[in-house]
């Protein structure tokens, strides 16, 4: 008994290279957008913590 001959999928054709750039672009994205994410949760956290430091010297002061 011969082994199942594998057939070429051509919906995801591993050698096309319009897909691959595609996919590539979109995981940049991704990248991006999670450091973007990441710096506004930063500058929030420096924010609040700024607001919290002026409050509890504006109550010293009193």
Known sequence: MR?????Y???NDP???KK???EL????GGKAA???LAVVVVAA???IVGAVVAIGALG???
């Open 3 to 7: 082994p199942k001959r594998e057939e």
């Open 9 to 11: 999928d051509w919906i």
């Open 15 to 17: 050698f096309d290279e």
């Open 20 to 22: 691959c750039a595609e």
């Open 25 to 28: 672009e979109r995981a940049r």
């Open 34 to 36: 999670g450091c973007g």
């Open 45 to 47: 956290l420096a924010l």
């Open 60 to 62: 010293a002061a009193l």
